[in-house]
């Protein structure tokens, strides 16, 4: 098969640089409604590094089906042979490409909560035992998501994704340092007002090696230490529902107030355990080239000048200890065009309308980055 040049090169830096195979490791391409064409030039990349590459095909419609009349009996074994495959593999790579992100949006709460309990120990030992990086493939919904043509969607989404992400570490490892430092945050802006500490907490880069697109520090409120309100202003889509201008309130940690678009379905997912209404990571995203959410987590997570802060579990690094089933990844922009707003550490403004202010986390602004990263 004659392959695209730029697949060759993104398939290339999933193996070579986020991942970093080496010889005689496995990996299993996990290839949810993308082209044959992006799994080949995987399975060549690790070859040709002396892995071993396994392929499992998924298709959005048959997964429904099956979630659709999701029992115990019927999951329990699926979830004990995925984890034993699993724990065969040194790394993960997933790329998701369903041209519909509301083919779930039908599955009854319930068994959308049945399967996620079940297949939550093939997901806890992928994410923490085993190097791994997910990303989605462009299709005509996506583009029609972003509000582009699919041909300037597919240019957009190759030129975000080959980035060189290695670029990125200098100011992400000042932010880190600053993170790690750092007791109180405040966040202010249009309808948000949050405190809470994240002292002792940590903070953990991603540069390309766990999603892509990339750019983004994240780090954990101590559980019980969120107070205030925020108001979000990027749209998200999850399990299959879509939301809009989404407000959590706190108190002592807890969400306890939480309306949107859909307040119904938000309280129903809040719901889901107890550790869903505890937040399970605080983040600041800085990608360059991502400036418009498009309800696709993975990249509007990324967005210049925004920060998420996502109800549910929490990363073994980088965490407080909470546990759910539930991590939602909600996303406020502060750039002007979106309200502005403000960051402080314990005191200091670091960033202000999506701009950092300290001289050396200013490596991180778009007009820096861009350029560097670009290949």
């Given at each position: 098969?004659?392959?695209?040049?730029?697949?060759?090169?993104?398939?290339?830096?999933?193996?070579?640089?986020?991942?970093?195979?080496?010889?005689?490791?496995?990996?299993?391409?996990?290839?949810?409604?993308?082209?044959?064409?992006?799994?080949?030039?995987?399975?060549?990349?690790?070859?040709?590094?002396?892995?071993?590459?396994?392929?499992?095909?998924?298709?959005?419609?048959?997964?429904?089906?099956?979630?659709?009349?999701?029992?115990?009996?019927?999951?329990?074994?699926?979830?004990?042979?995925?984890?034993?495959?699993?724990?065969?593999?040194?790394?993960?790579?997933?790329?998701?490409?369903?041209?519909?992100?509301?083919?779930?949006?039908?599955?009854?709460?319930?068994?959308?909560?049945?399967?996620?309990?079940?297949?939550?120990?093939?997901?806890?030992?992928?994410?923490?035992?085993?190097?791994?990086?997910?990303?989605?493939?462009?299709?005509?919904?996506?583009?029609?998501?972003?509000?582009?043509?699919?041909?300037?969607?597919?240019?957009?989404?190759?030129?975000?994704?080959?980035?060189?992400?290695?670029?990125?570490?200098?100011?992400?490892?000042?932010?880190?340092?600053?993170?790690?430092?750092?007791?109180?945050?405040?966040?202010?802006?249009?309808?948000?007002?949050?405190?809470?500490?994240?002292?002792?907490?940590?903070?953990?880069?991603?540069?390309?090696?766990?999603?892509?697109?990339?750019?983004?520090?994240?780090?954990?409120?101590?559980?019980?230490?969120?107070?205030?309100?925020?108001?979000?202003?990027?749209?998200?889509?999850?399990?299959?529902?879509s939301f809009d201008n989404i407000r959590l309130a706190f108190k002592a940690g807890k969400i306890v107030e939480a309306t949107s678009s859909n307040t119904k379905r938000l309280n129903e997912i809040l719901d889901s355990d107890a550790g869903a209404?505890?937040?399970?990571?605080?983040?600041?995203?800085?990608?360059?080239?991502?400036?418009?959410?498009?309800?696709?987590?993975?990249?509007?997570?990324?967005?210049?000048?925004?920060?998420?802060?996502?109800?549910?579990?929490?990363?073994?690094?980088?965490?407080?200890?909470?546990?759910?089933?539930?991590?939602?990844?909600?996303?406020?922009?502060?750039?002007?065009?979106?309200?502005?707003?403000?960051?402080?550490?314990?005191?200091?403004?670091?960033?202000?309308?999506?701009?950092?202010?300290?001289?050396?986390?200013?490596?991180?602004?778009?007009?820096?980055?861009?350029?560097?990263?670009?290949?």
């Amino acid at each position: 098969m004659i392959i695209d040049p730029r697949i060759t090169q993104l398939a290339d830096g999933l193996i070579g640089f986020s991942t970093a195979l080496k010889k005689g490791e496995r990996v299993l391409i996990d290839a949810f409604d993308v082209p044959d064409a992006i799994v080949i030039a995987l399975i060549r990349a690790a070859r040709a590094r002396g892995a071993h590459p396994l392929v499992q095909n998924h298709r959005a419609r048959i997964t429904r089906e099956l979630s659709l009349g999701a029992e115990e009996a019927q999951f329990a074994p699926h979830a004990e042979v995925e984890l034993m495959r699993m724990q065969k593999m040194d790394a993960y790579i997933a790329l998701r490409g369903s041209d519909n992100i509301f083919e779930d949006s039908d599955v009854p709460a319930a068994k959308v909560q049945l399967v996620s309990r079940l297949m939550k120990p093939v997901l806890d030992h992928r994410v923490g035992k085993t190097k791994w990086v997910v990303l989605r493939w462009p299709t005509p919904a996506m583009a029609q998501q972003a509000g582009m043509s699919t041909e300037a969607f597919e240019e957009f989404y190759l030129r975000v994704c080959t980035l060189d992400y290695s670029t990125f570490t200098p100011g992400m490892a000042a932010l880190k340092k600053l993170m790690d430092a750092t007791d109180r945050v405040r966040i202010t802006g249009p309808g948000t007002d949050l405190r809470f500490s994240i002292k002792g907490i940590g903070a953990v880069p991603c540069g390309g090696l766990r999603n892509i697109p990339d750019g983004e520090v994240f780090s954990c409120p101590v559980k019980d230490s969120v107070e205030g309100h925020v108001q979000y202003n990027a749209p998200t889509v999850y399990l299959g529902s879509s939301f809009d201008n989404i407000r959590l309130a706190f108190k002592a940690g807890k969400i306890v107030e939480a309306t949107s678009s859909n307040t119904k379905r938000l309280n129903e997912i809040l719901d889901s355990d107890a550790g869903a209404r505890y937040i399970g990571e605080f983040a600041i995203g800085f990608n360059p080239c991502i400036l418009e959410p498009m309800r696709d987590i993975l990249f509007d997570e990324k967005i210049a000048g925004s920060f998420h802060f996502t109800p549910g579990q929490a990363y073994e690094i980088g965490g407080n200890g909470n546990k759910s089933q539930v991590h939602w990844d909600m996303v406020c922009i502060q750039r002007p065009e979106y309200g502005g707003g403000e960051i402080w550490f314990d005191d200091v403004l670091i960033r202000k309308d999506g701009l950092f202010v300290p001289k050396a986390l200013q490596k991180l602004n778009p007009d820096q980055l861009l350029g560097k990263a670009a290949k």
